[in-house]
């Protein structure tokens, strides 16, 4: 299930901040690579494709080993290929997406808040 715009448009908020606030554990949690760029982390066509032929392997395999043992290679083959395209996948699908941060600040040396958080702050003083 993918995100809508606003909520990635919250999470790249979020991780400006984190950026502006903290650099250092910012750009080693960000990176550029793995769960925390940009754009979507991996579930791409490509990433699909290798899954799908890898859990074909996999059940071809397990179908016809009762002709050859040979094909129980097939079926590791297959399952290894799976794995390895859900790495990859989760890895970030070889997009080059690198996060970007602004460096706008604001008067007190704060990151400028997001409207969701403003949203959150004026719900949470007006109880």
């Known amino acids: 299930m993918s995100l809508s715009e606003q ?11 984190l950026l502006a606030d903290d650099p250092k ?9 793995g769960f925390g760029a940009t754009g979507t982390p991996g579930i791409t066509l490509r990433g699909v494709a290798i899954a ?3 859990l074909v392997m996999l059940i071809g395999g397990v179908a016809l080993a009762q002709q050859s043992l040979w094909f129980i290679a097939l079926s590791v083959v297959g399952f290894l290929v799976m794995f390895g395209a ?15 941060v602004s460096k706008r600040r ?7 808040a997001s409207s969701v958080e403003e949203n959150f702050r004026r719900r949470f003083e007006e109880r």
């Open 86 to 100: 859900g790495v990859w996948m989760l890895r970030g699908g070889g997009g080059s997406a690198t996060g970007r």
């Open 7 to 17: 909520e990635q448009r919250a999470l790249r908020e979020i991780e400006q901040s």
């Open 106 to 112: 604001t008067n007190r040396g704060r990151a400028p």
């Open 25 to 33: 554990f910012g750009s080693s949690v960000a990176g550029g690579h």
């Open 52 to 54: 799908v032929v890898g």
